[in-house]
């Protein structure tokens, strides 16, 4: 018998004693590999001794030795693969744990589920062996079984009767209910290594030498399959690539399960393959070891492979997945939103307590006085409401603009008045969208507006980086960020759609005109749709700002043309045509002028405010000798009242700001002075300090000289204010320095609110203050000798750098007249013309100087 032996031949450590018994008993060896002395009792087949197996520190070559009778069988399927999980802690004994459950199957009860049970039954009691050790390999889940033979009997005769015992009396263990155990004659050398390397069901085989200088031969798949075959179902046998450089050479032999390969493995690893396997002339020994196997991921690498494609699909996946879930929910917000659903004010037991406790409860005063000064408003505007009210109750195109200056009550004209008690109406206000900083602030305020919920502000940066890193390395834009422009869109569009929805909730089959498509109902049924109310439009109206609001009127053209909604624009704007023009080009669409109130109608307003309710009128004597209907005061001083009314002019927050400082005991004069001094307050901070950022957010689009000429020239005009064209070609605004354009200055200006631009027919016609109490304001600025006199000469020096940069241009051109070498006669009136220009301008600079001289003087001895 051929003894299993690696490198070192036959040989057995001093410090391993093995016992072996004659006829009574066969020592069994559950043998330790590098670890200490473990006894263990292990009862064996046919025999009942018990011998002490001790492994020294010697026996580490992980290898198993066999004298020439005797050879070594591997029974698999002792042990469930599972429990080499076990095995991967770091900190416990592979050997031990062995050991350890050994000891408990053999003190246990088990039976016929002891694997050791199993082993004796495996091998027929009629064989004459003895069984000389057992080695447990858990990580394999069995067990090599070293026992000695006669040598007229062959190994190859004692695996036949094993395996045929096995097939005619199947053992299945517990664990393994269909595939019972098997053994197999170890041909090789196993190699007992205790590393973390599991079982797989892919074998790499490499061919090397058996003994060094010796050439090792490939074997083929032929060869591979009648030496491998024997051990369970090959799947593939792969050979290693022709023009692969690496050595050993090896080949990949693929069993369709892991318990064939476990077989094979520990049958044939160290199995030199003689000449007629096909391993040569001096045999190829095979050395095998387990390969995961990689699966190969198609549909993966196809996406990975084409992401040209596959980014587009996906986006468009995702989008599709939004669109079915988020949508709804959105709509169902957003109609939430315009039907107030979870406002509190609109529960039914809300209005019920504050019935039964308005008798406990009673209004502020002052909430009194503001309210019956409101009304005295709402008579006197009463046809402005009654024209709207009317104008939303036509079946054709609603398109409503409302415009006034700041004050003027335009939104609470139309919401407590014009749409009093009317439902489903949506405001829009512009203001907190505009002044959102950056695209995430203004998409999330722009939901907050109409209801849209859940927003994803934050996932647009997200997405920008996204799109940006897949671009750089693809080369492919991936879409998955969205522009502002598209992100209005969709809130804008799923607002509209939830519109659409709410106009015909109330419409039923039983109606008359039931057959009717929607649009058609609704154009019938001007009464059933929404209102939308788009609040300061046109506000802080920059270059920067162009496409919120023209995402805002194209989606107004839209609700009005569909007959979704009637629209109405609140605006300061007197330009506002301009940006409406564009989505309602081939409309005409209703406008109402809000101005300021009359003097009867202010008077009475802050009367009305101090009084708190509409006391019959009485004719008392006023300051201009005249008899006027008013109400009679009570307890406050109104003595001037008709003058300080002509001066504050009828701005409605001037006015409830007169009523307030009455109320606190002022006098007309006291309360008009110092709502004065606060507005020139103000002009003198927003716009005559250098270095002053426009209002309007978007830079610097005036000059402090250019608002210095214009508060100057209104506090000496009539009330008529001044013609628009003329300030136009003066020389602060049509030859300033900073700003070039005259008419952005203006148009800033009015934005601004320093100035108001009126049109007639269309055109600009004059410039008048930005509010009346503005004209005193002006006219207080101007009185202020240190502050005009320094306005005045920033003015002058600015022309005189004017007219200097005119006298350089001519004296260049003269230059360049004069050095031609003949003068022709053709430059008689050239030079002529530019001599006269040269005086003129240097005139002007000497009377700009002298008019410093004083202003200089000013400036150094007055405070």
Not at 92 to 104: G, H, T, Y
Request: some cysteine; proline content about 5%; hydrophobic content about 40%.
């Amino acid at each position: 018998m051929i003894s299993r032996h690696v490198g070192l031949g036959h040989w057995a450590p001093a410090g391993l004693q093995r016992h072996r018994i004659a006829s009574a008993s066969t020592t069994v060896t559950a043998s330790r590999l590098l670890r200490p002395t473990i006894a263990t009792r292990i009862p064996c087949a046919r025999f009942e001794s018990t011998t002490t197996t001790t492994t020294t520190p010697e026996d580490t070559t992980g290898h198993i030795s066999a004298a020439s009778n005797e050879s070594i069988i591997w029974i698999d399927n002792l042990f469930p693969l599972k429990l080499t999980g076990l095995l991967r802690a770091p900190w416990q004994s592979p050997d031990r744990d062995v050991s350890e459950l050994l000891k408990r199957f053999h003190n246990s009860n088990l039976g016929i589920m002891d694997p050791i049970n199993m082993v004796k039954r495996a091998i027929p009691d009629s064989l004459p062996v003895k069984v000389t050790e057992i080695l447990p390999r858990l990580k394999d889940g069995g067990a090599f079984v070293k026992f000695s033979h006669p040598q007229g009997l062959p190994a190859k005769e004692i695996e036949g009767t094993i395996s045929q015992r096995l097939q005619d009396n199947p053992i299945k263990p517990f664990f393994s209910p269909f595939r019972g155990i098997s053994a197999g004659l170890v041909k090789g050398v196993p190699w007992l290594e205790d590393l973390h390397r599991f079982p797989y069901s892919r074998l790499k085989v490499e061919f090397v030498a058996p003994n060094p200088g010796e050439e090792a031969v490939e074997l083929s798949q032929e060869d591979l399959y009648v030496i491998f075959r024997k051990y369970g179902k090959i799947a593939e046998i792969t050979s290693q690539p022709f023009d692969s450089k690496v050595l050993p050479k090896y080949a990949y032999v693929d069993f369709a399960f892991v318990r064939d390969a476990i077989m094979a493995r520990n049958c044939l690893h160290g199995f030199v393959c003689p000449s007629n396997l096909g391993g040569g002339k001096t045999g190829t020994k095979l050395r095998m070891s387990y390969e995961q196997k990689v699966k190969a991921h198609n549909i993966w690498n196809w996406i990975t492979n084409h992401p040209r494609i596959v980014i587009p699909v996906l986006v468009a996946l995702l989008t599709g997945i939004t669109v079915v879930v988020f949508d709804p929910i959105r709509s169902f917000f957003v109609k939430a939103h315009v039907q107030r659903k979870f406002r509190l004010s609109n529960s039914k037991l809300y209005r019920w307590l504050r019935r039964q406790t308005s008798d406990i409860f009673s209004f502020r005063s002052g909430h009194k006085g503001e309210q019956a000064g409101l009304n005295a408003i709402w008579s006197h505007r009463k046809d402005v409401i009654d024209t709207i009210q009317k104008w939303l109750m036509e079946t054709a195109e609603t398109f409503i603009v409302i415009q006034g200056p700041r004050g003027s009550g335009k939104k609470e004209l139309v919401l407590d008045q014009a749409l009093k008690g009317r439902r489903n109406v949506l405001v829009i206000d512009c203001k907190p969208i505009i002044e959102a900083r950056g695209e995430s602030a203004t998409i999330k305020k722009m939901a907050a507006q109409v209801g849209y919920r859940p927003i994803f502000s934050w996932a647009n940066s997200m997405s920008s980086m996204v799109d940006l890193a897949v671009q750089s390395t693809t080369g492919v834009k991936a879409g998955f960020s969205e522009t502002l422009e598209a992100q209005l869109q969709k809130i804008l569009q799923t607002t509209a759609e939830a519109l659409g929805e709410i106009d015909i909730s109330t419409r039923t089959k039983d109606d008359v005109d039931a057959s009717l498509p929607v649009d058609a109902w609704l154009e019938t049924h001007p009464e059933k749709r929404s209102v939308v109310v788009i609040d300061n439009f046109l506000h802080k109206n920059g270059e920067g700002n162009t496409i919120v609001y023209d995402k805002i009127a194209e989606w107004a053209a839209a609700l009005v043309q569909s007959n979704v909604a009637h629209v109405i624009f609140l605006t300061n704007d007197s330009s506002y045509s301009k940006s409406l023009s564009k989505s309602l080009p081939d409309r005409v669409f209703r406008q109402v002028a809000l101005g300021d109130l009359s003097p009867d109608v202010a008077k009475r307003f802050v009367i009305s405010h101090l009084e708190g309710n509409d006391e019959p009128l009485q004719e008392i004597e006023s300051d201009d000798g005249e008899e006027k209907p008013v109400a009679k005061p009570k307890k406050h001083n109104l003595k001037g009242l008709d003058q300080c009314i002509g001066t504050l002019g009828g701005r409605l927050t001037d006015l409830e700001f007169l009523a307030r400082r009455l109320k606190a005991g002022q006098s007309p004069q006291e309360a008009v002075e110092e709502i004065t001094d606060q507005s020139a307050s103000e002009i003198l901070k927003m716009f005559l300090l250098a270095g002053k950022v426009a209002a309007d957010g978007t830079g610097k689009t005036w000059s402090v000289e250019q608002s210095w000429y214009l508060v100057k020239a209104l506090s000496s005009s009539e009330k008529e204010g001044l013609r628009y064209h003329e300030v136009l070609r003066s020389d602060t605004f049509a030859s300033s320095t900073s700003v070039s354009d005259g008419e952005a200055a203006l148009e800033g200006l009015t934005n601004a609110e320093l100035i108001t631009v009126k049109s007639n027919n269309g055109r600009p016609e004059k410039i008048t203050p930005g509010k009346p109490v503005y004209q005193a304001a002006f006219k207080k600025l101007t009185e202020d000798k240190v502050l005009s006199a320094a306005m005045d000469l920033n003015v002058l020096t600015e022309l005189s750098k004017v007219e200097g940069k005119t006298i350089e241009k001519v004296e260049n051109e003269l230059a360049l007249l004069g050095s031609l070498p003949r003068q022709p006669a053709q430059t008689a009136g050239r030079i002529n013309y530019l001599l006269a220009k040269l005086e003129t301008s240097q005139r002007k600079v000497e009377a700009y100087e002298k008019e410093m001289a004083p202003l200089k003087k000013t400036l150094a001895t007055e405070y």
